[in-house]
């Protein structure tokens, strides 16, 4: 799974769901967004890409095509990668709060075991 791949699916949708919300066809917004190479007529390999899918994937993701598939775009899809980690962990964590603990501390008290 690339870094592209990565971030969608933190994002929360598939690449199916994708391909329906930018009005293009799924196995081809699939190809794109994967990276998938394939062997030209000489022998050598290219890699799918459609300018206009990747610019309404990148606008999807509120990005460029540059930053999502440009020079340094590893980087840039790296540092969105861990801030969706952190916010999903917070919100993850506030889910746990409510369902657990009511939304509420820990008492000083209670910190060390079982009261």
């Not at 999502?68 to 999903?88: H, M, N």
């Not at 709060?97 to 209670?110: T, V």
Request: charged share 25%.
């Amino acid at each position: 799974m690339n870094d592209l791949q990565k971030l969608i699916k933190l994002r929360g949708m598939t690449i199916r769901e994708v391909a329906g919300r930018i009005g293009h066809g799924y196995h081809m917004t699939q190809k794109v967004i994967k990276g998938t190479r394939y062997k030209r007529s000489d022998g050598s390999f290219g890699v799918y890409s459609s300018p206009a899918i990747e610019e309404a994937v990148a606008g999807l993701l509120d990005l460029t095509p540059g930053q999502v598939w440009g020079d340094g775009a590893k980087v840039i899809l790296r540092k969105l990668i861990q801030q969706e980690i952190k916010t999903t962990a917070r919100q993850r964590e506030s889910e746990l709060r409510a369902q657990y603990l009511n939304n509420s501390k820990i008492p000083e008290k209670q910190v060390g075991g079982n009261v």
